[in-house]
């Protein structure tokens, strides 16, 4: 499976961006798929995840009632909708696809599948 991610751009804090992520190879429908970020000199963090087990949605504490995570089956893609940004959500962000248990949506390592990333700049 490639994942192809794109959305990403400068926008003022208060604004929001709206992230795709488009799958070739494989269907989006047999796994979990995440978002993911990582800031210049910060490690790889878990933003929003979407469980394949329970179709559940689960999302950093960071992002809760901000960011939303969907699927577009149709597609075969993934968006994250990112309302009201703010500085500190700057970063590179990735999509990802895999098939971690629920207790372990937020671990990147249980993603098998990376997209190429799309930065976000948030200016204030």
């Known amino acids: 499976v490639q994942l192809q991610a794109s959305g990403g751009g400068l926008v003022q804090a208060g604004g929001s961006l709206r992230l795709s992520c488009a799958a070739s190879g494989g269907p989006f429908s047999s796994y979990s798929v995440g978002w993911f970020r990582q800031a210049p000199g910060k490690e790889r963090e878990f933003v929003a995840a979407?469980?394949?087990?329970?179709?559940?949605?689960y999302y950093d504490d960071s992002v809760k009632g901000r960011f939303t995570i969907s699927r577009d089956k149709a597609k075969n893609t993934i968006n994250l909708q990112m309302n009201s940004l703010k500085p500190e959500d700057t970063a590179v962000y990735y999509c990802a696809a895999g098939g971690p248990i629920v207790s372990a949506i937020s671990r990147s390592e249980m993603y098998y599948y990376w997209g190429q990333g799309t930065l976000v700049t948030v200016s204030s």
């Open positions: 979407s469980a394949v087990q329970n179709m559940r949605t």
